[in-house]
T-cell receptor
């Protein structure tokens, strides 16, 4: 089966600019996650969708970050305006969505590496 | 929320030797413990997971053990090979809520 697809792979912008990332999960996976991974750290969950509804966005900086999941399939994550501390890899993951959610294997894409100048 | 600590942060082993990485967690009701391998420029890849109703699980050269009383779980890699060199992450979910909390990662270097 095809894995989680993300684009772009790399993005360089200046602070205060805006940027958007795209994710296409594994076909049939109801749950989609966006993580932020700062260099040298483990991934940190930003937002979790179940189909097209938000399950958890408690760690999403809502003053600058937004995300949507169109028709319960693809998702976009946007940052506006970007800050220097947003430099990180943004990972998308998906799982089939049964059970409580967290106890289902999550499959990750290769991420978008964002550099803020 | 859940707190997951992972040790060591770096681990260097000779090819053929074993490697062990340990994680502790704080939420005694956690019931699912995955391990991920992340190679340079790639996303984390699930390599093994264990649920709270078993104490050990093996998959070829990889095994995970779980001690619920002590709230820790460990990854064991036997007969290490150069391709095992990567960063390994453990994770655990809180009983309430759906998100995984990841450990800080262990950079494993297998020297030929």
């Amino acid at each position: 089966e095809a894995g989680v697809a993300q684009s772009p792979r790399y993005k360089i912008i200046e602070k205060r600019q805006s940027v958007a990332f795209w994710c296409n999960p594994i076909s049939g996976h109801a749950t989609l996650y966006w993580y932020q991974q700062i260099l040298g750290q483990g991934p940190k969950l930003l937002i979790q969708f179940q189909n097209n509804g938000v399950v958890d966005d408690s760690q999403l900086p809502k003053d600058r970050f937004s995300a949507e999941r169109l028709k319960g399939v693809d998702s976009t994550l946007k940052i506006q305006p970007a800050k220097l501390e947003d430099s990180a890899v943004y990972l998308c993951a998906s799982s089939w969505g049964g059970g409580t959610g967290a106890d289902q294997p999550q499959h990750f894409g290769d991420g978008t590496r964002l550099s803020i100048l | 929320g859940e707190n997951v600590e992972q040790h060591p942060s770096t681990l260097s082993v000779q090819e053929g030797d074993s490697a062990v990485i340990k994680c502790t967690y704080s939420d005694s009701a956690s019931n699912y413990f995955p391990w991920y391998k992340q190679e340079l420029g790639k996303g984390p890849q699930l390599i093994i997971d264990i649920r709270s109703n078993v104490g050990e699980k093996k998959d070829q050269r990889i095994a995970v053990t779980l001690n619920k009383t002590a709230k820790h779980f460990s990854l064991h890699i036997t007969e290490t090979q150069p391709e095992d060199s990567a960063v390994y992450f453990c994770a655990a979910p809180p009983w309430e809520g759906n998100k995984l909390t990841f450990g800080g990662g262990t950079r494993v270097l297998v020297k030929p």
